[in-house]
């Protein structure tokens, strides 16, 4: 849409019915397209440099010497925090947010959740829907409080967004779908209490589905 | 610009020559205009989110029956990495980071700078110019290498961005000026290594003073 010229190369992964691209070719692609003088632009959604594996595909450009500049974006803890409406710190609740991965790849050490636990800080859980009874179940061990409210929100920012809130406790029981699913932010804190669909008393679950579009100009202050 | 029919109010509490609001006048102004049935906009800079004190505006906004949204945006940490080009996560070296303030308001208790030194992730320091030497001190206390690579990014994404590059154990020995002034943040952790103005050896300190705007079309590829 913004530029009509443009070839557009799917490359998305988790997509269905996308070409499941390897990243070595993602790179190989990236190279030889900026060698025959085109100008190519990566485009990845949220920001390039949270779990965005921008780091390797900048790698192999230096290499090549290929100059790249790189654009900020809106990180998916931020656009699910904005559509919820609840702060990521909170003066007197939470100094600090921290963005975890739950997608742990062979060789690679687990993340500390024992003392991400004991922090008691606003814990953002990225690619964490295959393992959120597993990293419940370690923050719950590592001493976080099992009625700690949680937020999951399954496609921030896009219109089939999804988002269920219950407690710490009930992501050990699996009670979880549909928001559950990539691509999803599990938000972990007192913070998520603010959030606009959370039910007061978070005593049951309360699963929010698809954005309703007509939601977003009732909103809207008219001028 | 994007708006030139609109009163613009400056309420930023930093900027020099700028009238100091307070919160309470700044929430009263939002609520009466809102009243008067205009459209407000509360601009700030970054992710409105984190450490952005949006969620005091938003309960006052909530009080008086004003149907709000909040706009996410690029945090600071966000903008630093991408003008840096080091990824604030990345594969077997950071599994998670930190977004924390270095800002102690009297009476919070103060982050567990302990438990963040042992995580052993990406650690992000907002708006800790003050105290950046106490803070590494800490850290350092806390199991955190004396020797891990920080960069201190002042002013990140404007013209007069500095960035100055050390060692952890040199920001207590206050080798953090000029770019250590407000607004700054501060990262620590050995992905800074991968910053395009990192030095290979950080056996030194390097700063790099503000950004010469014809490097940005020169690092543009032409199409």
Redesign the interface.
């Known amino acids: 849409r913004y530029a009509p010229q443009a070839e557009h190369v799917p490359v998305g992964r988790h997509e269905p019915g996308k070409v499941a691209e390897t990243h070595a070719a993602i790179d190989r692609r990236i190279v030889e397209e ?1 060698a025959a ?4 632009v990566r485009l990845k959604g949220g ?10 595909e ?2 192999v450009a230096r290499e090549h010497g ?10 998916s803890a ?2 699910a ?3 919820e ?8 609740t939470a ?7 739950g997608h742990r ?1 062979h ?6 959740w024992d ?2 636990a ?4 606003t814990i953002v859980v990225y690619m964490g829907a295959a393992r959120a009874a597993e990293i419940a179940k370690r923050l719950i061990d590592g001493g976080r409080s099992p009625a700690e409210p949680t937020a999951i929100v399954h496609a921030a ?1 896009r219109s089939e967004r999804r988002v269920r809130y219950q407690r710490l406790h009930e992501l050990i029981d699996g009670a979880a779908e549909p928001a559950c699913k990539p691509p999803c932010v599990i938000v972990i804190g007192p ?1 998520v209490r ?1 959030g606009k669909s959370c039910p007061v008393e978070l005593g049951g679950t309360v699963s929010i589905g698809p954005r309703n579009a007509s939601l ?1 100009s ?6």
């Open positions: 900026a003088g085109r100008c190519v920001d390039p440099l949270v779990f965005g594996r921008t780091a390797q900048l790698a290929i100059p790249c500049s790189i654009v900020p974006g809106v990180t931020c656009a925090a904005a559509e409406e609840f702060p990521l710190t909170a003066r007197g100094g600090a947010v921290v963005f975890v991965t790849m060789g690679v050490p687990e993340p500390r003392l991400l004991r922090c008691n800080e920012s913070v603010l977003v009732e909103r809207r202050v008219d001028a």
